[in-house]
């Protein structure tokens, strides 16, 4: 995992370093060698958000490094950190935080302050999803419903229209057609409900008894006007 941020590293490292000049990795910052070369030292580990989609997301992490240089002269030295910046920039995969480093940092390193600049490489791991097991078999279960359907109609055996039905506990209600027939969808068969019908400023109450067959024929004893 960390291999490949310091593989990176080397290959932002060989596209501006001349064959003298040394990579050093870690804590150990030279100073005051003959010989030029770039100071990279893990210095934190930042947590990245990976974006959403609908695949499983990689775990993200970004390491941030911090970049030195040295020699035998300062001015080869500050030279070659601004080579290793502009090299570092061109590289869409890399980050570069230009900001100044906070002097406790040097007293820690028991070090002077010097240039220096962030660098940032982000870490993926891909999450492996398990797989599903296949399907082997498959069960189907169903269920047994009755639908609830009739037709209102008078003493005299007329259809009455724009009666209210109601399917009491249910919530579920309908009004006649101009034939007195109505529907208020199913319901499981061994189930006893009370079915309410309003017609006329007149109401009745019956039963719609378990199993039972056929149509509901509801019969409203209406007053002759």
Partial sequence: ???????????????FAQDDTHLSMGLAIKTGSAEPGINVHLLDVIGDPPARDNK????????SYLVTAWSDDGKPADDLLLKAAFAAMKDPSLEVILAPTAVEL???FE???????LLRVPVRVAQVVP????VTSTKFVTTQVRPVTGVVVDHLDRPLMDATVELIGLGRTAKTDRRGRFALGS????RTMDVRVRARETEVVTKLEPAG????KIIMQMTEE
């Fill in 1 to 15: 995992m960390l291999e490949g941020a310091v593989q990176r590293i080397r290959g932002w490292f060989e596209s």
């Fill in 56 to 63: 499983p997301p990689p775990l993200q992490l970004t390491l």
């Fill in 106 to 108: 040097w007293r820690a």
């Fill in 111 to 117: 070090l002077a302050p010097r240039a220096a600049f």
């Fill in 131 to 134: 797989r599903a097991k296949p």
């Fill in 187 to 190: 319901v499981a068969p061994d």
């Fill in 213 to 216: 067959a056929g149509q509901l």
